[in-house]
């Protein structure tokens, strides 16, 4: 079956501009995450979505990050009034139902964010 | 929370070698470690895990071993080949999310 796809793929933008990534997760899973990569780093989490509950925002950076999850299915983060610190690698994974974060993760292959 | 650690950040080794990447964690209720695989420029993609309740675990030239009272978790990558050079990162679970390590860049020389 399909893979989780994200989109766009690039994007470049100027700063201060609003930006939305989209996210469409594995059918059937129904946990989704984000997280950041920085160029030559680590995965940084940002923000995770579990069926029906609260989502956990504990690794948003900052207010001007948010996210939502509709129907269950397709997640958008936004970021507002984009900084150049922004710019980054912005991934998205699904699971299957693991209320403890102990099911695999698959990514997608990322939106590449860019902030001139 | 949890916080993991990764060394070595850069590893080279000659094709047919073994490769060794390890890991510790500090949060004890960390039930899942996965690792992951990724090529420049590509997803991170899930090449094995291992859950607690084993100490280890195979698959053909790759292996995980954990030690949960000294809270480390380690990959071992047996007659490598060119086509393992990537960065590999670890993860453990924690409160639903995975926190990952720093990663390791792998280069196998031909």
């Known amino acids: 079956g399909a893979g989780v796809s994200q989109s766009p793929s690039n994007k470049v933008t100027e700063k201060g501009k609003d930006v939305e990534l989209r996210c469409d997760p594995i059918?059937?899973?129904?946990?989704l995450y984000w997280y950041r990569q920085s160029l030559g780093q680590g995965l940084e989490f940002l923000i995770y979505f579990q069926g029906n509950s609260a989502p956990d925002k504990s690794g948003l950076p900052s207010d001007r990050f948010s996210a939502e999850r509709t129907g269950g299915s397709v997640s958008t983060l936004t970021i507002q009034r984009t900084q150049q610190e922004d710019s980054a690698v912005y991934l998205c994974?699904?699971?299957?139902?693991?209320?403890?974060?102990?099911?695999?993760?698959?990514f997608g292959d990322g939106t590449r964010l860019s902030i001139l | 929370g949890e916080n993991v650690e990764q060394h070595p950040s850069t590893l080279s080794v000659q094709e047919g070698d073994s490769a060794v990447i390890k890991c510790t964690y500090s949060?004890?209720?960390?039930?899942?470690f996965p690792w992951y695989k990724q090529e420049l420029g590509k997803r991170p993609q899930l090449i094995i895990d291992i859950r607690s309740n084993v100490g280890e675990k195979k698959d053909q030239r790759i292996a995980v071993t954990l030690n949960k009272t000294a809270k480390h978790f380690s990959l071992h990558i047996t007659e490598t080949q060119p086509e393992d050079s990537a960065v590999y990162f670890c993860a453990a679970n924690q409160g639903g999310k995975l926190i990952f390590g720093q990663g390791t860049e792998l280069s196998v020389k031909p």
């Open positions: 994974a699904s699971s299957i139902q693991g209320a403890s974060g102990n099911q695999p993760q698959h």
């Open positions: 949060d004890s209720a960390s039930n899942y």
């Open positions: 059918s059937g899973h129904t946990a």
